[in-house]
């Protein structure tokens, strides 16, 4: 399996980490808003770094587990919007899960359906995967308005199922197979 970054849209670029984007990061991680339907809390600089230095290595996508992530820059401005994952959940059964992190001055301009949409592609199409799943907290209801105008069918409602921060919290699991990418309009 392979695939090629960085990936240029209309108006962002997906792209590898650097060790630059190190502030963008240390910002997205270690807001309370960004992270409250996250499974990790705000993250402490040592913990970013650690972080970033995952997202900057070369992740072939041949094992299961492993995850792509892509910086989500502006291309107008190279402002740092958020990021998107694309994990590898079985290379047997040909299954990965889509994730997105932006940064809340981002919502509201389609800048997360637009990196999305890339990293559907690069799973369906460069990747070969048979299905893709997206995973989130039911109380998200931004990230449940942007899985459906993606296309992404909600398929299980996980009443208190993770005990999450505190509390017990709803999963919502939304999922897309190869065919219905083929499909879409």
Do not use: C
Request: glycine share 8%; net charge negative; charged share 30%.
């Amino acid at each position: 399996m392979s695939y090629t970054l960085p990936i240029e849209t209309d108006r962002l670029t997906l792209r590898r980490y650097v060790e630059t984007d190190y502030d963008d990061l240390l910002k997205l991680q270690s807001n309370p808003d960004v992270t409250r339907y996250l499974l990790y809390d705000v993250r402490t600089p040592e913990q970013v770094k650690e972080a970033l230095a995952g997202r900057m290595a070369d992740v072939p996508m041949d094992r299961d587990g492993q995850a792509l992530t892509a910086a989500v820059i502006l291309r107008e401005t190279g402002r740092h919007l958020g990021e998107v994952v694309l994990f590898l959940n079985s290379v047997e059964q040909r299954t990965g899960e889509i994730g997105y992190v932006f940064h809340p001055e981002s919502a509201g301009h389609g800048y997360a359906s637009e990196a999305a949409v890339e990293l559907l592609r690069v799973g369906f199409e460069e990747l070969g995967m048979h299905r893709i799943i997206a995973r989130l907290d039911a109380r998200n209801d931004g990230s449940v308005n942007l899985l459906k105008r993606l296309g992404l069918r909600q398929e299980a409602h996980f009443v208190r199922n993770e005990y999450l921060k505190g509390e017990w919290t709803d999963e919502l699991v939304f999922a897309m197979l190869h065919d219905e990418w083929d499909k879409r309009s």
